[in-house]
Every structure is written in C-alpha cells, then in structure tokens.
T-cell receptor
C-alpha cells in the first residue's frame, strides 16, 4: 500500500504564471484535503473533498485557486496568476470517511514564486 | 472557531532523556480528536499519536505518551528515552467531529536532540 503522493515536489515559477499540482491519495481513501504551510507555521486548511464533491473551502482559497477531484481519486490544485505571497508548501492528505479516521499526509509540493 | 496554541517554539533535550511538549486548545465542542504530528527535515508529516476526547485514558505509543487534561484544554506530549531520530518539528492538531473534520494545527515546536 503506497502512501499519499504529490507531484511535483518542487515548483519555481514567475509571478503571474499559472501552476497546477497533483495529489494521489491512498487508494480507497474517499476524503482528500489540501493544506498550505508557510515557513515556520503549522499547516492551514484550504479545501476538502469527499469522493468527487468539494464540500468545504477556506476563506484562504481566493478566486485564483481552484481544486478538482474529477473521478474521486486524484486531485489537482491550480493557482492562476501566481503572486509572491503564494510561495508555500502545499500539502495533501487523505482519509477514510469514518468518524475516527486519521489523515495521512503526502510529502508536499514546495512552490516558489519569483 | 477552534484554536491550537503551542507556546514553545523550540525545545532541546539530551539523547536518552525525557522531554515534554506543551499544547493548549480552545473549543466549545464536547467531542473531538487531538493529534501530535511530527515533521522531520524531509517535511513529510507523520502521525505520532492520537487521543479521542471521550476517552479518559491517556494514549500511549511506545516511547510517546500524552497527558490529556480535558477541563484545562491541555494536551502535552511526552517523549521518553529521546533518540536522534526524534529531532523534528512537532505539531499539535485538533479535529472536530462535524463537517469536514479538518485539522487545526498549532504553530509547532522544533525539537533538537543533543547527542
């Protein structure tokens, strides 16, 4: 059983460019979460999917951010017109839709916006 | 909204000694879960231990144990027989049982192990 994987691990882009990250959860995990972690801080919740439905979005998720999980398996997080303030580690986690299940994290995608 | 506070930005301990990391939280919910996650320099977040709020018994996982004080809203992590591999950022996290069950993290404590 492989863990949560994320691609790419690192992304450097210029301000104004669009970027897309991918997350593959643990197979059979129907819940998928995106978090953002800035240097020296704890992760902050961005959005959550149960199967293919996006059920909650944080106020942190501006209009430039969009996330999808089209078939209830992998998910993508796109940032349009990137800004320097978007530089962070983007973490994905997955869990089963049980009331007590633990979230398992991927290695993250580190985004640097120049 | 729930909040989690870790008041120790950095801690250090001698190898083989015991160290305790502090965490307090604020919530109006009566049932929830609490976690300690470890994030080594490679940055992958790893679960260390979890505690269900309805359980009075403190959780234990090998050298890791918690002191859960529900009335005081305190959830500290004790690491016994510290090892060099324990060096990492440690995050305390809260999870409600309603809705998205998203994790709310503290600011983290950087733990250094001195050989």
């Amino acid at each position: 059983d492989t863990g949560v994987s994320q691609d790419p691990r690192h992304k450097i882009t210029k301000r104004g460019q669009n970027v897309t990250f991918r997350c593959d959860p643990i197979s059979e995990h129907n819940r998928l979460y995106w978090y953002r972690q800035t240097l020296g801080q704890g992760p902050e919740f961005l959005t959550y999917f149960q199967n293919e439905a996006q059920l909650e979005k944080s106020r942190l998720l501006s209009d430039r951010f969009s996330a999808e999980r089209p078939k209830g398996s992998f998910s993508t997080l796109e940032i349009q017109r990137t800004e320097q303030g978007d530089s962070a580690m983007y973490l994905c986690a997955s869990s089963l839709a049980e009331s007590t299940d633990t979230q398992y994290f991927g290695p993250g995608t580190r985004l640097t916006v120049l | 909204a729930q909040t989690v506070t870790q008041s120790q930005p950095e801690m250090s301990v001698q190898e083989a000694e015991t160290v305790t990391l502090s965490c307090t939280y604020d919530t109006s919910e009566s049932d929830y879960y609490l976690f300690w996650y470890k994030q080594p320099p490679s940055r992958q977040m790893i679960l260390v231990i979890r505690q269900e709020a309805y359980k009075q018994q403190n959780a234990t996982e090998n050298r890791f144990s918690v002191n859960f004080q529900k009335a005081a809203k305190s959830f500290s992590l004790k690491i016994s027989d510290s090892q060099l591999g324990d060096a990492a950022m440690y995050f305390c996290a809260y999870e409600g049982i309603q809705g998205a069950q998203k994790l709310v993290f503290g600011q983290g404590t950087r733990l250094t192990i001195n050989p």
